[in-house]
């Protein structure tokens, strides 16, 4: 009887080393699988996407993409997409979320992607239901796992001509941020405006190489605030200049321009601490000569 709990010990002592190899095994083989996607798709991306009408859209990790010969067909597809609301509402419809689900799958797929989400109204409509509109839609895509930071809510006014005002339109649509995309964001303490941490610093001295090695292409500054923050619109250009005269120090010769959207554009609720650090920041916006 002992010899047999021996051999059954021994037995299942073989059938669990067993087990684990191949459960080593499976793990190996998903991560090199995973490796292996990860690869198509950046090699996909790499000569997919080219220079748009009103810009570049670049990785920062991705720097070959800059010579790329076809249009990347998500964010155009993105830009030709109009999410029709009821009339005097912002609230949507079946039909609405429907169409978002091209949405959320563009944007999931890729975390780097940023977009304008821009409320519009026809001209009988009342100005506010415009970002109302657009903050309903970033709502509904932030409830379905979209990262807040991808999504900046801006409205539309309606346009006149000769005091004339256009019909406008119930909808909401998108527009691509055409953006060098840094690992790390460029954020401030509170109310500071031109002091810039060594982290920054690292990440602005690639920029310095990558603007080096294509002069073609120049950087729009754009700087935030949060919205505890007094003089929003001052602080946000004054951490723009920051920047500005950081990278003409360091050697950039391309266009370089600043501007201020204060606290008009956050990318994460101002209620609690670590959000309002995230509004506080620099966006690189790119732009091409001509």
């Known amino acids: 009887r002992r010899e047999l709990k021996l051999r059954v010990r021994g037995a299942a002592a ?7 190899r191949l459960a080593r095994v499976r793990i190996a083989a998903r991560n090199a ?54 009339n005097g509402s912002a609230k949507l419809s079946a039909k609405s979320r429907a169409e978002l689900a091209f949405v959320i799958t563009t944007l999931k797929r890729d975390r780097q992607l940023r977009v304008r989400v821009i409320g519009s ?9 415009a970002l109302q509109r657009a ?8 409830s379905h796992e979209v990262l807040r930071r991808q999504l900046r809510v801006e409205s539309q006014p309606v346009e006149s001509v000769g005091g ?44 310095v190489s990558t603007l080096a090695a294509h002069p073609g292409v120049g950087l729009m500054l754009e700087g935030h605030a949060d919205s505890s923050e007094p003089h929003a619109i001052s602080l946000g250009l004054r951490r723009a200049q920051a920047v500005q005269r950081w990278l003409r120090a360091n050697g950039t010769k391309v ?34 000569n001509g």
């Open 164 to 207: 004339i005002r256009s019909a406008g339109a119930s909808c909401v649509h998108f527009k691509v941020i055409q953006g060098l995309f840094l690992p790390r964001a460029i954020t401030f303490r509170e109310g500071e405006g031109e002091q810039l941490d060594a982290r920054t610093e690292q990440m602005l001295a690639k920029v």
């Open 33 to 86: 699988l995973e490796r292996q996607r990860q690869q198509e798709m950046e090699q996909r991306f790499a000569v997919r996407i080219q220079a748009a009408v009103r810009g570049w859209h670049v990785r920062e990790q991705w720097p070959a993409i800059i010579g790329a010969k076809e249009h990347f067909d998500f964010p155009r597809r993105l830009e030709d997409l109009a999410i029709s609301l009821p």
């Open 121 to 129: 109204i026809k001209h009988t409509e009342a100005p506010p239901l």
């Open 255 to 288: 266009f370089l321009a600043t501007t201020s959207a204060g606290a008009a554009c956050p990318i994460a609720p101002n209620s609690t601490a670590q959000g309002r650090r995230h509004n506080r920041r620099i966006e690189l916006h790119l732009r091409t």
């Open 14 to 20: 073989r059938l669990s080393r067993a087990a684990r």
């Open 135 to 142: 903050q309903a839609v970033r709502a509904f895509l932030v």
